[in-house]
């Protein structure tokens, strides 16, 4: 299923035709979640491959067997991509590891009453925008990218496929309440990844022993997961994927934002950052270290 230049229009978000057609994204909706499900949820470049191999070496108790040997999308499927009914057929596996990006308002309904335990990545806004960039000129089923401050502009209108980075994140956080759901930064991964295994341990109730941890941090690592054709996404063709304009996992750095932005870039995007998240009450830690404080 090739369809790289289509791009599917699904409630006012647009989804790349290669991987999401319209029976596939409603039967996203239409999920009968099972209360043992683990649910990694994120935007686009903010994290998930990695909560991917975190949660895989987790529940298998540091052992990288799995994560070695069977690829990411077969372990911890899309919801809303068109092989994901087939692959939860065809696995036994318990827990069932799923992934989605689809935002709270659209997925939200079917988790309704759930115990479906939900670990929801977030990343400085201003690194998944330079990140989705650089993926949008190697990944051949997503739009050209046109300069980066067209891009830049987009991403902040929300008009990018995956749809608004900031109902996104506003709509799962604000339920986490009433979800049983784990809030996990990148920075935090980044900064203290044996802390992020502990914490998703718990919420997974899979307690591990110290060596277990030490394993898991060890084959969670960038260089790692960077060499591991299960997670580097080597193995799509290359019509599909053009390595010859970059690396799926390119530099995996805190703040790398500041390499590309100008000084006007950052001020127009601030502004646009408070307006759209004045009315939201939760802190950050890449807000902690204030944007206007970090020289560009």
Not at 136 to 150: C, D, I, V
Not at 180 to 204: A, P, W
Not at 256 to 271: A, G, H, L, T
């Amino acid at each position: 299923m090739a369809r790289l230049d289509v791009t599917e229009m699904f409630h006012g978000i647009s989804f790349p035709g290669h991987l999401h057609t319209q029976d596939s994204l409603q039967l996203a909706l239409k999920c009968q979640f099972q209360d043992t499900d683990i649910l990694i949820v994120s935007y686009p470049k903010s994290g998930t491959t990695w909560m991917q191999e975190i949660v895989t070496l987790v529940t298998n108790r540091g052992d990288p067997h799995v994560s070695q040997t069977v690829p990411n999308w077969t372990r911890a499927p899309w919801l809303e991509q068109y092989y994901c009914t087939a692959t939860l057929k065809a696995s036994s596996t318990t827990p069932r590891l799923l992934t989605t990006h689809l935002p709270h308002h659209l997925l939200g309904p079917a988790l309704q009453g759930s115990k479906a335990r939900i670990i929801y990545v977030s990343r400085n806004p201003k690194d998944v925008v330079v990140s989705f960039y650089h993926f949008h000129k190697m990944a051949n089923f997503l739009p050209e990218t046109g300069s980066f401050p067209e891009f830049l502009n987009r991403f902040l209108d929300g008009t990018l496929h995956y749809g608004s980075w900031f109902d996104h994140i506003k709509g799962w956080t604000s339920q986490a309440a009433a979800l049983n759901l784990l809030h996990i930064t990148y920075e935090e991964m980044s900064m203290d990844l044996n802390g992020t295994i502990k914490k998703v341990s718990s919420l997974l109730q899979c307690p591990l022993l110290e060596d277990e941890v030490s394993s898991c941090v060890k084959h969670s690592s960038f260089n790692s997961m960077k060499n591991n054709k299960m997670i580097n996404y080597s193995l799509i063709p290359d019509e599909i994927m053009d390595y010859s304009k970059g690396s799926f996992m390119r530099k995996g750095q805190i703040g790398d934002w500041k390499n590309i932005f100008s000084k006007e870039q950052n001020e127009y995007f601030e502004s646009v950052y408070r307006s759209k998240m004045q009315d939201y009450s939760l802190e950050f830690m890449w807000e902690r270290q204030k944007f206007e404080d970090q020289p560009i």
